[in-house]
């Protein structure tokens, strides 16, 4: 039986380490699987909470609760910090994080080439190493396929076989089927490297060719990538873009939006919204600066990068705005937040703009509480959700993620006070009916101001 090692048990590496365990054929498992996670207090915990059959993250998804329970219970999921367990592997799939620095403004690589480093210094001949993390356009082929060939060579490991591969996983209800039904885009430094990665794939997902796109060069796999997220950060400022004009003119973006849409080859227009957040958008774009560093190619990519530099304005900008319209009367406030992830259906909070939002009233004074049917512990203010009875008592409601289970969510306001709703979570009818109550003041993203 051949052996999976997986290094880095994040939300990629997590969902790898279970479908890889679950791989079967004819009632048959296929692989011995093990995830590797970093001798650090953060790896420690996973490790040791994937050893006592939990799963380390908060995952919102039955099907995958259901899929990794039932592996766990059997001991077929695994993790460890011993880093010789690479030395066992056949395939290692690399699910660790590069950063970007934002302080330094430049993509954490060294840091990253340890993670390889660390592989090249004990893997056997043959094996093969498929690359999962989101990478500068370069870096499978000419620092870590280099960097492989070096150190293997000098343990006299002949051969090795590597393949950029990227994920598209989505955290939150879709976290099975975003990883199980997608489509597998692999570019191998070599034919033999891309052949075998189809192989394993598709005895994982079980997939059928057409579900996977070979590309001739890793370079072409990470440059899909960086070029998907960049789309769409790049969408999502344009927007932005104009709405701050619709907003200082008074207009109705959103009636806008929605007209443009009728033209068929524009109907995927974005909204507007509070922020961009996660772990994907917000760096992506940046990975470009490090295009120079890779391949030594001298290119500025302008949209991308600004695309960023706009986009993480964005909920200052919407701040400021609320905070001109309304003046004094968001000082001091009791605030309720409802939602806190970064996005609708998931408990990820990674640079959730929640955060900028919870920071720009904490610094007028205000009392902050959230609402999250689906984060129920929120690292950033270190507090617990408020219970859903207790939703009355706020001067100021800020409606942030469009979660499911907010849709017929209803709150008893208290009279006087100012309910925003800054991603678009209220439906039409209870817009109208808060902005046509004297009691309350209210502002709606994209609205014009009634
Ligand atoms: N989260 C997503 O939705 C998503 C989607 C597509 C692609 N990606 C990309 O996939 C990669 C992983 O993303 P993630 O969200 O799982 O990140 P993450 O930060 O949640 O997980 C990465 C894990 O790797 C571990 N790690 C770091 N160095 C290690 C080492 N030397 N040995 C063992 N473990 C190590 C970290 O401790 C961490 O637990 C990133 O490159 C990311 O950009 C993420």
Same mark, same amino acid.
């Given at each position: 039986?051949?052996?999976?090692?997986?290094?880095?048990?994040?939300?990629?590496?997590?969902?790898?380490?279970?479908?890889?365990?679950?791989?079967?054929?004819?009632?048959?498992?296929?692989?011995?699987?093990?995830?590797?996670?970093?001798?650090?207090?953060?790896?420690?915990?996973?490790?040791?909470?994937?050893?006592?059959?939990?799963?380390?993250?908060?995952?919102?998804?039955?099907?995958?609760?259901?899929?990794?329970?039932?592996?766990?219970?059997?001991?077929?999921?695994?993790?460890?910090?011993?880093?010789?367990?690479?030395?066992?592997?056949?395939?290692?799939?690399?699910?660790?994080?590069?950063?970007?620095?934002?302080?330094?403004?430049?993509?954490?690589?060294?840091?990253?080439?340890?993670?390889?480093?660390?592989?090249?210094?004990?893997?056997?001949?043959?094996?093969?190493?498929?690359?999962?993390?989101?990478?500068?356009?370069?870096?499978?082929?000419?620092?870590?396929?280099?960097?492989?060939?070096?150190?293997?060579?000098?343990?006299?490991?002949?051969?090795?076989?590597?393949?950029?591969?990227?994920?598209?996983?989505?955290?939150?209800?879709?976290?099975?089927?975003?990883?199980? #039904? =997608?489509?597998?885009? @692999?570019?191998?430094?070599? *034919? &033999?490297?891309?052949?075998?990665? !189809?192989?394993?794939?598709?005895?994982?997902?079980?997939?059928?060719?057409?579900?996977?796109?070979?590309?001739?060069?890793?370079?072409?796999?990470?440059?899909?990538?960086?070029?998907?997220?960049?789309?769409?950060?790049?969408?999502?400022?344009?927007?932005?873009?104009?709405?701050?004009?619709?907003?200082?003119?008074?207009?109705?973006?959103?009636?806008?939006?929605?007209?443009?849409?009728?033209?068929?080859?524009?109907?995927?227009?974005?909204?507007?919204?509070?922020?961009?957040?996660?772990?994907?958008?917000?760096?992506?774009?940046?990975?470009?600066?490090?295009?120079?560093?890779?391949?030594?190619?001298?290119?500025?990519?302008?949209?991308?990068?600004?695309?960023?530099?706009?986009?993480?304005?964005?909920?200052? #900008? =919407?701040?400021?705005? @609320?905070?001109?319209?309304? *003046? &004094?009367?968001?000082?001091?406030? !009791?605030?309720?937040?409802?939602?806190?992830?970064?996005?609708?259906?998931?408990?990820?909070?990674?640079?959730?703009?929640?955060?900028?939002?919870?920071?720009?009233?904490?610094?007028?004074?205000?009392?902050?509480?959230?609402?999250?049917?689906?984060?129920?512990?929120?690292?950033?203010?270190?507090?617990?959700?408020?219970?859903?009875?207790?939703?009355?008592?706020?001067?100021?409601?800020?409606?942030?993620?469009?979660?499911?289970?907010?849709?017929?969510?209803?709150?008893?306001?208290?009279?006087?006070?100012?309910?925003?709703?800054?991603?678009?979570?209220?439906?039409?009818?209870?817009?109208?009916?808060?902005?046509?109550?004297?009691?309350?003041?209210?502002?709606?993203?994209?609205?014009?101001?009634?």
């Amino acid at each position: 039986m051949k052996k999976i090692v997986i290094q880095g048990l994040g939300y990629v590496g997590l969902a790898m380490l279970t479908f890889c365990a679950g791989a079967k054929r004819k009632d048959k498992y296929l692989y011995k699987v093990i995830g590797v996670e970093k001798n650090s207090p953060k790896g420690s915990k996973i490790v040791q909470k994937i050893n006592s059959n939990q799963i380390p993250i908060l995952v919102d998804d039955k099907n995958f609760k259901n899929f990794y329970n039932k592996l766990s219970k059997k001991k077929r999921i695994k993790a460890t910090l011993d880093k010789n367990e690479y030395s066992k592997a056949d395939i290692v799939f690399v699910c660790s994080n590069c950063d970007f620095n934002f302080n330094k403004k430049k993509v954490e690589l060294k840091s990253y080439i340890n993670n390889i480093i660390q592989i090249s210094k004990v893997i056997k001949k043959n094996c093969l190493i498929v690359i999962q993390s989101t990478l500068p356009p370069g870096t499978t082929e000419k620092v870590l396929k280099p960097l492989l060939k070096k150190n293997l060579i000098k343990r006299g490991v002949k051969n090795f076989f590597l393949s950029h591969s990227f994920e598209r996983i989505t955290p939150g209800r879709d976290y099975y089927s975003s990883m199980k #039904n =997608v489509e597998r885009v @692999i570019g191998g430094v070599d *034919k &033999k490297s891309t052949e075998l990665t !189809k192989k394993i794939f598709k005895s994982i997902f079980d997939l059928r060719s057409n579900k996977i796109i070979s590309f001739k060069s890793p370079t072409e796999s990470e440059t899909c990538k960086i070029i998907e997220n960049s789309y769409r950060a790049t969408n999502i400022a344009f927007i932005e873009e104009w709405r701050k004009f619709c907003f200082e003119n008074n207009l109705d973006l959103e009636k806008i939006l929605d007209t443009i849409r009728q033209r068929k080859t524009h109907n995927n227009i974005m909204r507007s919204g509070i922020g961009v957040g996660g772990y994907c958008l917000t760096k992506d774009p940046l990975f470009t600066s490090a295009i120079n560093q890779v391949l030594g190619y001298n290119s500025k990519f302008p949209l991308s990068t600004n695309a960023v530099v706009i986009n993480n304005k964005m909920t200052s #900008n =919407v701040m400021s705005e @609320i905070e001109n319209r309304f *003046k &004094k009367k968001i000082y001091c406030k !009791k605030v309720l937040l409802i939602g806190v992830s970064y996005k609708e259906d998931t408990n990820d909070t990674r640079f959730s703009p929640a955060e900028k939002v919870y920071n720009f009233l904490k610094s007028r004074d205000c009392k902050l509480s959230f609402y999250d049917p689906i984060v129920n512990y929120w690292e950033y203010s270190k507090g617990f959700s408020v219970d859903k009875k207790n939703l009355k008592n706020y001067d100021i409601y800020i409606y942030l993620v469009r979660h499911q289970s907010l849709k017929n969510l209803y709150i008893k306001y208290k009279k006087g006070s100012i309910i925003l709703d800054l991603n678009h979570v209220l439906n039409e009818k209870k817009k109208l009916n808060i902005s046509r109550n004297k009691n309350y003041k209210s502002y709606f993203i994209g609205s014009r101001i009634s």
